[in-house]
């Protein structure tokens, strides 16, 4: 008997999932810039997006920080915005 | 070091930065976001994914530094520039950007210098082979200035510049240890002298701007051509 082993399922399973689905699993590219806030909370050009980066993007920004150092991970937060791609 | 980024993220126009504001910034990670589709969730936290980059001045990281803010008129602006710049099919304003970017990004004055005259030669001195780069240089640029105003600058005072600006650039590229005395310029409206790598910063990013948005003087012989016309107000006309 084979123990159920979650991230190799994960491996193989996206693979998949990618393969199939591909085409239906939209995704949005975000940049979060650095140390600049942007007057209007959100702006739309025909190319670009500049929009406030919500709390929960935020947090999950933050999940793995354990092997950065002080001064990048203060200069990571100081990003309240994000350029997004149209 | 100012610099501004503010680019296309997902594609390789991200070199191609719209330098615009002239705002202290950069980016340090590249997300991607599913739209209502994850594979491992925290909480109820979205499952994004980060890529690393290192794409912001060193000077960001070394202690306080205020965050600024920018308006819309500039966020328009931006888009005005990017639009330009990806109509353009120049290459030469692709190498310029590139430079400027590189510039903003180096922790090292000489480092910068270099990358900064190379663009400004880029744009304005395709025909490098014949004659002083330094007085070709020094001429388009103000010309460009006379046709184009920007900011407080007279076209004399950019052509003084610009001399003193390859000036350096030599004395750093030949190893010349007494390059530093000219690391410093006297610029219109400031009372001492200020660095003379941002009046360069400034210089590239007013170049590639007017020239992203008026293309046709990216053809030397169009503003040698203009150098020899008389001064019209009416042919000015908004440039960085």
């Known amino acids: 008997?084979?123990?159920?082993?979650?991230?190799?399922f994960v491996r193989v399973y996206q693979q998949w999932e990618q393969a199939a689905l591909g085409q239906n699993l939209h995704f949005g590219v975000l940049v979060p810039l650095l140390m600049l806030r942007v007057q209007p909370t959100s702006?739309?050009?025909?190319?670009?997006g500049v929009v406030a980066m919500s709390e929960k993007i935020c947090l999950a920004r933050n999940l793995n920080v354990s092997s950065e150092s002080w001064s990048f991970n203060s200069l990571k937060n100081a990003a309240s915005h994000a350029l997004r791609a149209s | 070091m100012p610099s501004s980024t503010l680019s296309h993220p997902s594609t390789d126009s991200s070199r191609r930065s719209a330098q615009v504001t002239g705002k202290v910034t950069g980016y340090c990670e590249i997300i991607s976001l599913p739209y209502g589709w994850g594979s491992n969730w925290t909480a109820d936290l979205p499952d994004i994914s980060i890529i690393k980059v290192?794409?912001?001045?060193?000077?960001l990281?070394?202690?306080?530094?205020?965050?600024?803010?920018?308006?819309?008129?500039?966020?328009?602006?931006?888009?005005?520039?990017?639009?330009?710049?990806e109509n353009n099919t120049h290459n030469s304003l692709n190498v310029a950007i590139r430079r400027l970017n590189l510039a903003c990004l180096r922790s090292s004055e000489e480092d910068s210098i270099l990358d900064l005259v190379i663009g400004l030669e880029t744009l304005m001195v395709k025909d490098s082979g014949q004659g002083e780069i330094s007085h070709k240089l020094s001429?388009?640029?103000?010309?460009?200035?006379?046709?184009?105003?920007?900011e407080q600058y007279k076209p004399r005072a950019v052509f003084k510049i610009c001399k003193t600006l390859y000036n350096y650039?030599?004395?750093?590229?030949?190893?010349?240890?007494?390059?530093?005395?000219?690391?410093?310029?006297?610029?219109?409206?400031?009372?001492?002298?200020?660095?003379?790598?941002?009046?360069?910063?400034?210089?590239?990013?007013?170049?590639?701007?007017?020239?992203a948005l008026n293309p046709k003087y990216l053809d030397p012989d169009e503003i040698d051509f203009a150098l020899s016309q008389p001064e019209k107000d009416e042919g000015r006309q908004k440039g960085g």
């Open chain 1, 1 to 8: 008997m084979v123990e159920f082993d979650e991230p190799v």
């Open chain 2, 169 to 211: 650039r030599s004395k750093v590229a030949h190893g010349d240890s007494k390059a530093h005395k000219l690391s410093k310029v006297l610029v219109p409206s400031y009372n001492k002298p200020i660095p003379i790598i941002n009046v360069g910063l400034s210089f590239l990013r007013y170049a590639i701007r007017t020239l």
């Open chain 1, 43 to 48: 702006f739309e050009h025909e190319r670009f």
């Open chain 2, 61 to 85: 990281e070394q202690g306080p530094h205020s965050v600024e803010s920018v308006t819309e008129d500039e966020l328009k602006e931006v888009g005005q520039i990017w639009q330009a710049l």
């Open chain 2, 54 to 59: 290192r794409s912001y001045p060193e000077t």
């Open chain 2, 139 to 150: 001429t388009r640029l103000a010309t460009l200035v006379r046709l184009f105003p920007f």
